[in-house]
């Protein structure tokens, strides 16, 4: 408020400086001028022209003079002949004087002019008009005089309005100052400049410390903060213009921090891929007063807690397997064990027999044309899952898959068919036939993968989104598995299409290079 008042007073007293100089001047000048014109209006009176001229009584001037004087507001008009005689006067003792100042010379020779001279009434400004007959013959001279502290008294005057203008302008200022520094004290919320700067500097020291990138946005999408380890993430994505004060969609050009700041909803732990950086963002609007003013993201490159995250996937695939296997044989188990409470030991063998020869034929047709022995384990559970589900699922003849040597290619692998064999059991549930034919075979350095099965098929109005993260016709909490399978395919360089048919089902092809142990392809 000091401050605000200091810089209001000095423009003020600025100000007032150099508009009193020119107000003195001008109202100077104004004098002057009308000096001036009183002068000639008085020279060019036909009374004055003929009294100098004797063609009328000169004793007529005087009262005419004086009643112009009283009109008019002048010191004195003084109305000479030619031979510098006086004809009128303030003071009546003066006419028919002699007028002995040279600051007339120039009048008497025809010339308008101006002085500031002493005179019988003391120092005044003067103004001289020649005085003309109708011929053009000079007959005499006016002279009109405004006395010095006249002009002075009036200048002051002048001054003292601008003054007083300036007095009541810094009035105003100082309850400006006032009314600012309330509005400033209450938007900063009572804390002082420095206050407010060693604030900032904590802030940007904890925005360049924390790990997780961080941008945020105000209400018109203008990025206003932008973190170290945010700029670091769009450098590796190949993003290494300025954020700051740049329109969030023309800088990320995939973000959704737009849509939450309309909406106003956050939206957490949302994947989002930047140029091949793979992030995990939060977007949460920022409310003031229960209105939105921006959006605040933090994101981090989650490429290693999407590998666990995966391969966390690759192990409820496992256990649901197990479980299958697991609850199948507790099955069997139970059968067993009531035929023994039974006693029919004859038919407990035969039992027995069969599942020995259905579990070897099964296995021994997988483990004969699946040779790695991870993937020919989970399929082993996959069989178990879809018989207790009530699906008929079979590998085909053609089935063949070498010992890959790769372990990161075997999880991805199982992520793939996992997710495929999941949505072909979903798509069958419905169907009066539910069946499910896998195919995997291995030809000129490339890994085919086939599974097909009976469903209701997929609309044409979804072949573009049944990819895309949270997409799903089954509710909430669901649409991951494609999209995590998509995402493995494009890891491992391979490609997916599919063919589906509205009530016969649908058939998903996968292509991907392969290497074994035994070469490099």
Same mark, same amino acid.
């Given at each position: 408020?000091?401050?605000?008042?200091?810089?209001?007073?000095?423009?003020l007293l *600025?100000?007032?400086?150099?508009?009193?100089?020119?107000?003195?001047?001008?109202?100077?000048?104004? @004098?002057?001028?009308?000096?001036?014109?009183?002068a000639?209006?008085?020279?060019?009176?036909?009374?004055?022209?003929?009294?100098?001229n004797?063609?009328?009584?000169?004793?007529e001037?005087?009262?005419?003079?004086?009643?112009?004087?009283g009109?008019?507001?002048v010191?004195?008009?003084?109305? +000479?002949?030619m031979?510098r +005689?006086r004809?009128?006067?303030?003071?009546?003792?003066m006419?028919?004087?002699?007028?002995a100042?040279?600051?007339?010379?120039?009048?008497f020779?025809g010339?308008?002019?101006?002085?500031?001279?002493y005179?019988?009434?003391g120092?005044?400004?003067?103004?001289?008009?020649p $005085?003309?007959?109708?011929?053009?013959?000079? =007959?005499?001279?006016?002279?009109?005089g #405004?006395?010095?502290d006249?002009? /002075?008294a009036t200048?002051m005057q002048?001054?003292?309005?601008?003054?007083?203008?300036? $007095?009541?302008?810094?009035? *105003?200022? +100082?309850?400006g100052?006032?009314?600012?520094?309330?509005k400033i004290k209450? *938007?900063?919320?009572?804390?002082?400049?420095?206050v407010?700067?060693k604030m900032?500097?904590?802030?940007?020291?904890?925005l360049?410390s924390?790990r997780?990138?961080?941008f945020? =946005?105000?209400?018109d999408?203008?990025?206003?903060v932008?973190?170290?380890?945010?700029?670091?993430l769009?450098?590796? /994505?190949?993003?290494?213009?300025?954020?700051?004060g740049?329109n969030v969609?023309?800088?990320?050009?995939?973000?959704?921090?737009?849509? =939450?700041?309309?909406?106003?909803?956050?939206? @957490?732990?949302?994947?989002?891929?930047?140029?091949?950086v &793979?992030?995990l963002t939060?977007?949460?609007?920022?409310?003031?007063?229960g209105?939105? $003013?921006?959006?605040v993201? &933090?994101?981090?490159?989650?490429?290693?807690?999407r590998k666990?995250?995966?391969?966390?996937?690759?192990?409820?695939? %496992?256990?649901?397997?197990?479980?299958?296997?697991?609850?199948?044989?507790m099955n069997?188990?139970?059968?067993?064990?009531?035929?023994?409470?039974?006693?029919? %030991?004859?038919?407990?063998?035969?039992?027995? +027999?069969?599942?020995?020869?259905?579990y070897?034929?099964?296995?021994?047709s997988?483990v004969?044309?699946?040779?790695?022995p991870?993937?020919?384990?989970?399929?082993?559970?996959?069989?178990?899952? /879809?018989?207790?589900?009530?699906?008929?699922?079979?590998?085909?003849?053609?089935?063949?898959?070498?010992?890959?040597s790769?372990s990161d290619?075997?999880?991805?692998?199982i992520?793939?068919?996992?997710?495929?064999?999941?949505? /072909?059991?979903?798509a069958v549930?419905?169907?009066?036939?539910?069946?499910?034919?896998?195919?995997?075979?291995q030809?000129?350095?490339?890994?085919?993968?086939?599974v097909?099965d &009976?469903?209701?098929?997929?609309?044409?109005?979804?072949?573009?989104?049944?990819?895309k993260?949270? %997409?799903?016709t089954?509710?909430?909490?669901?649409g991951?598995g494609?999209?995590?399978?998509k995402r493995s395919?494009?890891?491992?360089?391979?490609?997916?299409?599919? $063919?589906?048919?509205i009530?016969?089902?649908?058939?998903?092809?996968?292509?991907?290079?392969?290497?074994?142990?035994?070469?490099? #392809?």
């Amino acid at each position: 408020m000091i401050l605000t008042f200091i810089v209001i007073t000095v423009s003020l007293l *600025v100000t007032d400086f150099f508009i009193s100089d020119n107000v003195g001047e001008a109202t100077y000048k104004q @004098l002057n001028t009308k000096a001036i014109e009183i002068a000639g209006v008085v020279a060019n009176t036909p009374l004055i022209i003929e009294g100098l001229n004797e063609q009328k009584n000169q004793n007529e001037i005087q009262p005419f003079v004086e009643k112009i004087r009283g009109i008019s507001g002048v010191r004195f008009i003084t109305v +000479m002949d030619m031979n510098r +005689m006086r004809k009128s006067h303030p003071d009546p003792k003066m006419i028919g004087t002699y007028y002995a100042n040279h600051d007339a010379d120039l009048a008497f020779t025809g010339s308008e002019q101006t002085s500031i001279d002493y005179g019988s009434l003391g120092k005044s400004l003067r103004a001289f008009s020649p $005085v003309y007959t109708a011929d053009g013959k000079q =007959v005499g001279v006016v002279l009109v005089g #405004i006395m010095l502290d006249e002009v /002075a008294a009036t200048v002051m005057q002048s001054r003292y309005s601008v003054l007083f203008g300036s $007095v009541c302008g810094l009035l *105003v200022g +100082m309850l400006g100052a006032w009314l600012l520094a309330r509005k400033i004290k209450k *938007v900063t919320f009572g804390m002082e400049p420095f206050v407010i700067a060693k604030m900032l500097e904590e802030r940007n020291a904890i925005l360049a410390s924390v790990r997780e990138g961080i941008f945020a =946005v105000d209400s018109d999408s203008r990025i206003t903060v932008v973190n170290t380890e945010a700029l670091r993430l769009f450098h590796k /994505a190949g993003i290494s213009e300025d954020a700051v004060g740049k329109n969030v969609e023309d800088f990320v050009p995939n973000t959704r921090m737009q849509n =939450v700041l309309e909406t106003g909803e956050a939206e @957490l732990d949302q994947d989002q891929e930047l140029e091949g950086v &793979t992030l995990l963002t939060n977007r949460v609007p920022v409310l003031v007063n229960g209105e939105i $003013v921006g959006v605040v993201a &933090t994101f981090r490159d989650k490429t290693e807690v999407r590998k666990m995250a995966e391969k966390l996937v690759d192990i409820k695939i %496992y256990a649901e397997a197990l479980r299958s296997q697991t609850h199948e044989f507790m099955n069997k188990l139970h059968v067993v064990i009531g035929m023994i409470h039974m006693e029919y %030991y004859d038919e407990l063998k035969d039992y027995v +027999m069969k599942i020995a020869h259905q579990y070897q034929l099964e296995v021994g047709s997988v483990v004969r044309k699946i040779k790695d022995p991870v993937v020919a384990g989970f399929l082993l559970g996959k069989l178990s899952w /879809a018989r207790e589900v009530g699906v008929e699922m079979e590998l085909s003849e053609e089935c063949c898959l070498p010992d890959l040597s790769d372990s990161d290619m075997v999880t991805e692998l199982i992520t793939i068919i996992g997710n495929l064999l999941d949505n /072909a059991v979903d798509a069958v549930q419905e169907s009066t036939i539910k069946s499910i034919n896998v195919k995997i075979i291995q030809s000129c350095g490339v890994l085919k993968i086939e599974v097909s099965d &009976t469903g209701k098929g997929i609309p044409k109005d979804q072949y573009e989104v049944i990819f895309k993260n949270g %997409y799903s016709t089954k509710g909430e909490n669901r649409g991951v598995g494609l999209y995590i399978m998509k995402r493995s395919i494009v890891r491992l360089k391979g490609e997916i299409t599919f $063919v589906s048919k509205i009530g016969q089902g649908t058939t998903f092809y996968v292509s991907l290079p392969y290497r074994n142990k035994e070469r490099f #392809i």
